[in-house]
């Protein structure tokens, strides 16, 4: 095994403990290839169960895995390609408190497969913490201006470490010294009152299904919004006054229970006929549904969810997920009928699956070359080469210097960090008369920066929950120590009040 | 261009993120030639992306790196039988042969190896056509009209558009054969990636010695890789520097991640050629393990 190697480095690989945070897509490949260099003692960790739509490039399932354990099946197939590799595997979120500061320093080196921006901070602290190295890995879309759909433009793999031996600070960037690009999201009054794409009509369908069956948030209002200046006067008023006539359909919610109300828009929507369902062949997914075939998938689908909602009990709530089918359907369905009404082209069922559910179209290929890059990465690590170490990126298609792996040195870390300098600080602009305590945990402490487990300096009880900032004196300039037991990462808010800021989301 | 097959709703969802990708094309029968690291990553590629049909050909004993004198890819064979034909651990004059019967036939060539932290990827596909999407230019919207009323935004019926090229390649002869010694040859040389002189090297001793570099000859192949290496050099009147010295200490066995990658790129193309959708990378794919360089150039 790993004849290619001198015997010097294969002892090195052979007592490396190595940590595998995810076993999907690049998890599966980095698996395989980390036992075929062999290694021989690794842990793998991954929260997820097998979908019958992993199998086409998370090569280490099959068929008669689905509903298993990633960790657990990825394990046992990898394996079996090496019978004497000792593999741990754990079925649980790498963000749990199960999984401190002590565990991560058994490995000696950390290595991203993930999909999720979340767990990869908390993985960058926790390996911050701990003073392991930890290489990042990952496929990028690109969305363009021009088109709904995310092409991939570029997959990237990033690699982020800092030196094993320096303590205060790394020798390298950590994942979250430069910003990252947010997930695109749309102005409120472009969902609700003006939708001119099917990708708004898209995340109408899907807050919808959320004030219906999910967890209620005001920043996901379904009804037309009167305050938006676009609507103001006329068309606005007339759109909440206007009965029936019309016959566009608006959703009208009321608690958890559903009705169906009739208003109308007076811009715009065009009213509702019903196409004949015609029976054209070809895969439910791929071919477009006429209105009725619309109307009839959303009768369907209602009462299923209702029954699904109503099978949790008391306080239960839906998580919108694209490969629930009846979630799915009920997007769609809702999708359609809105883009209907304003004249924007209808989508397939395929295609809303992707803008709806983010869907890179990440494959085999990639995965494959990303996982190769990673151990690559991790043998320059553990052979002390880090000065080698670089952030190589995948182009689709090679750049004028004719690269289609592009090897980038190593950034030295911000000196501004909010996770790796040596004091951390964040300004947040908020206004402290509008924001209650919950709304800091969960949004902004939590929610955008990240921590698991914060611990603020303000009595945070569960009956100062719906308190403003303002009630316990916070201002303008208000210094804020924020700390995370488990993230090992104390950081520093200065607060600046804002009459008038964007909602949070 | 290509047939329009049926697939079933359960091939839909197994196959739902290839076909987001590449479509519901038909799919083309593929030979695959050598199943070591290299070629079992391929294989695992390009079964995954949903292709038919793959025949795999093996003639080796998986322990020992035996000569591979006897290829026994039969002209008929080739010519009626494969779309495409992707030929691992061959010794170039097998390669040769095997891509000059598949050009006669007009059959996709795909060759490729990996020796240790090196590897390379070919391709001849004849004159090949493919389909790109190019965005369209986004038309300003008009935001207001005369009465301050919002127009109505045009909603995006077709966003993208789709352009057929069609790209010629070379044969590997030439390719493998170009003359560098002619002053046009000699301007390109320092632009060139350096793993393909070392490739030269490996793929003259697989020749001379009818076997691969091996780990239980570790000392005297060296030894003989270092000879040909200077004689490269020479023939081609090539610089000392171009061609690192100690590229024959890591040029042993198959690295598992190095397989990865360059069966990852090889594998890709391969979809690429079935379903000729985007550009593919004519004609060498070169990657160094030992400074993380992974280049595409047009060799020939």
Redesign the interface.
């Known amino acids: 095994m790993a004849a290619s190697l001198n015997e010097k480095v294969r002892k090195t690989v052979n007592e490396s403990k190595i940590l595998v945070v995810g076993a999907g897509g690049i998890g599966c490949e980095l698996l395989k290839n980390l036992v075929l260099t062999g290694f021989t003692d690794i842990e793998v960790i991954d929260l997820d169960t097998i979908d019958v739509s992993n199998l086409n490039r998370q090569f280490l399932f099959r068929k008669e895995h689905v509903g298993k354990s990633k960790a657990q099946v990825a394990k046992e197939s990898a394996q079996k390609f090496n019978p004497d590799a000792k593999i741990i595997s754990y079925h649980d979120s790498i963000m749990s408190p199960d999984y401190g500061v002590d565990f991560f320093q058994k490995f000696k080196v950390v290595m991203n497969a993930l999909d999720n921006r979340a767990a990869r901070n908390h993985v960058n602290r926790m390996c911050l913490a701990a003073d392991i190295p930890l290489i990042e890995s990952g496929t990028a879309e690109n969305r363009t201006e021009e088109t709904d759909l995310p092409v991939i433009k570029t997959s990237s793999f990033t690699l982020s470490m800092h030196d094993i031996s320096s303590l205060i600070q790394g020798l390298t960037e950590c994942y979250e010294c430069q910003p990252k690009p947010t997930q695109k999201t749309f102005p409120g009054c472009t969902i609700r009152n003006t939708p001119s794409e099917p990708i708004h009509c898209i995340v109408w369908a899907k807050h919808l299904f959320n004030q219906l069956f999910g967890e209620e948030d005001p920043d996901q209002d379904v009804s037309p919004d009167t305050e938006d200046p676009e609507l103001a006067g006329e068309a606005g008023q007339s759109a909440l006054q206007t009965d029936a006539k019309d016959d566009a359909v608006v959703f009208t919610v009321n608690g958890n229970s559903m009705e169906k109300e009739t208003t109308a828009y007076t811009s715009r929507p065009r009213s509702f006929t019903y196409l004949s369902a015609s029976e054209s062949a070809g895969i439910r997914d791929q071919k477009l549904w006429t209105i009725q075939e619309c109307a009839d998938v959303f009768s369907n689908c209602l009462p299923k969810l209702k029954a699904e909602l109503s099978q949790q009990g008391e306080g239960g709530m839906l998580v919108w997920d694209k490969d629930d089918e009846s979630a799915m359907d009920f997007v769609t369905a809702v999708a359609n009928i809105r883009a209907y009404i304003f004249g924007i082209q209808t989508k397939t069922r395929f295609d809303i699956k992707s803008m709806a559910g983010n869907i890179i179209p990440a494959i085999a290929t990639t995965n494959a070359i990303i996982a190769g890059l990673l151990v690559m990465e991790g043998l320059k690590i553990l052979t002390g080469n880090i000065d080698k170490c670089r952030t190589v990126y995948l182009n689709r298609q090679p750049n004028p210097r004719k690269k289609l792996l592009v090897p980038c040195i190593l950034d030295k870390p911000n000196p501004k960090c909010y996770v790796c300098s040596a004091k951390p600080e964040v300004t947040v602009i908020l206004n402290t008369q509008k924001i209650t305590v919950k709304v800091l945990e969960e949004k902004i402490i939590k929610g955008q920066l990240n921590m698991v487990a914060p611990d603020v300096e303000i009595d945070d009880g569960k009956e100062n929950a719906d308190k403003f900032l303002s009630d316990f004196g916070i201002k303008n300039g208000s210094r804020l120590k924020c700390d995370d037991f488990l993230q090992n990462y104390e950081l520093n808010i200065t607060i600046v009040h804002k009459r008038y800021t964007f909602s949070m989301k | 261009m290509v047939e329009q097959e049926t ?1 079933t ?1 359960d091939e ?10 590449w479509g ?1 094309d038909a799919q083309r029968r593929v030979l695959l030639i050598g199943v070591r ?1 290299l070629g079992a ?1 391929v294989a ?2 390009i079964v ?3 292709i038919k049909s793959l025949t795999l050909m093996d003639h080796s004993q998986i322990t020992e790196e035996d000569a591979s004198s006897q290829f026994l890819v039969n002209r008929a064979d080739v010519g009626k039988n494969f779309d495409i034909v992707c030929a691992t651990c061959c010794k170039p004059t097998d390669l040769i042969r095997i891509n000059n019967i598949c050009a006669q036939n007009a059959v996709k060539f795909f060759a490729g190896d990996v020796f ?2 090196y590897g390379y990827m070919f391709s001849d596909l004849g004159v090949h056509e493919y389909a790109e999407e190019v ?4 038309a300003k ?1 008009t935001t207001e009209q005369d009465n301050g ?2 127009a ?6 077709e ?2 558009h789709e352009t057929v090229t069609s790209m010629a390649f070379k044969r590997l002869k030439e390719a493998l054969e170009m003359d560098w010694t002619t002053p046009d040859a000699v301007k390109k040389i320092k ?1 060139t ?1 350096n793993t393909y002189f070392i490739m030269k090297v490996l793929l003259k001793f697989m020749d001379k010695n009818e076997r691969r570099p091996a ?1 239980t000859s570790r000392e005297g192949d060296m030894e003989q890789l270092s000879t040909l290496r200077k004689q490269l050099l020479e023939d081609l009147k090539l610089k000392d520097d171009l061609l690192i010295e100690d590229f024959a ?2 040029c ?10 360059v ?3 090889l ?2 193309e391969i ?1 690429k050629a079935v379903s000729q959708k ?2 593919p ?1 004519n004609n060498f ?1 070169f ?1 160094n ?1 030992t ?7 047009n060799i020939g």
């Open positions: 697939i709703e839909a969802a197994l196959y739902d993120r290839q076909i987001r990708l519901l690291g990553e695992k590629n995954l992306s949903g240790g932290f965005p369209k230019p986004k919207p009323e919002p109505v935004k045009k909603s995006k019926t966003e993208e632009k990636p780990t200490e890591n042993f066995a198959e690295l598992s991640p190095v397989c990865a990658i069966g990852g790129v594998g890709q979809i985007d550009a990378h794919f990657y393990g400074d993380g360089g992974g280049l595409v150039d």
